[in-house]
T-cell receptor
């Protein structure tokens, strides 16, 4: 069975700091990988996705993620965070053509102005 | 704003009530989903419809009954719920199964 681990429960950064949120998954086959963001009081929005090809994926709002197959990881990065990036970030994995989308437990990011 | 519309935004119901949650999308998506999200937890998949047919039922109690009357609408009928069913119920859609999901704002349900 596939699973997703997000090791950081709550990350607190100052504006302009660099961000890296960890995501590891367990699934032996082909995977589709996603990062979703949920701003306070708002719906889940897709930040970026990886299906195949270039393992470095660029998303919206300056976010990027790198798929490292050997490490089963798909970490989210941003070189310089802003206060408006304060939100909950969910990594999600879909394994195989019939797989369900499984979410990690989420990482709360708080950016101090 | 999201392109997936959920109504109502908030719902308070007693344990003997019958109510329905509604979800609508006009993006031509053929897969629709119900997720349940408790506070400080990730969304948990409940049901998946693909081309208006129930594709996945994640062992959800029968007091939750999904319905997909057409390709744009998805309902979740609620009956005899328990207080622990209080949560944010999220609807999502995707072009087809496995494509990226578009989420609605959710219905915050409180069972008293």
């Amino acid at each position: 069975a596939q699973s997703v681990s997000q090791h950081n429960h709550h990350v607190i950064l100052s504006e302009a700091a660099s961000l890296e949120l960890g995501c590891n998954y367990s699934y032996g086959g082909t995977v589709n990988l996603f990062w979703y963001v949920q701003y306070p009081g708002q719906h889940l929005q897709l930040l970026l996705k990886y299906f195949s090809g270039d393992p470095l994926v660029k998303g919206i709002k300056g976010f990027e993620a790198e798929f490292i197959k050997s490490k089963f990881s798909f970490n989210l990065r941003k070189p310089s965070v802003q206060w408006s990036d304060t939100a909950e970030y969910f990594c999600a994995v879909k394994g195989g053509s019939q797989g369900n989308l499984i979410f990690g437990k989420g990482t709360k990011l708080s950016v101090k102005p | 704003d999201t392109e997936v519309t959920q109504t109502p935004k908030h719902l308070v119901m007693g344990m003997t009530n019958k109510k329905s949650l509604k979800c609508e999308q006009h993006m031509g998506h053929r897969a629709m989903y119900w997720y349940k999200q408790k506070a400080k937890k990730p969304p948990e998949l409940m049901f998946v419809y693909s081309y208006e047919k129930l594709s996945i039922n994640e062992s959800v109690p029968s007091r939750f009954s999904p319905e997909c009357p057409n390709s744009s609408l998805l309902n979740l009928h609620l009956h005899a719920l328990q207080p622990e069913d209080s949560a944010l119920y999220l609807c999502a859609s995707s072009q087809v199964l496995g494509a990226p999901l578009h989420f609605g704002n959710g219905t915050r349900l409180t069972v008293t």
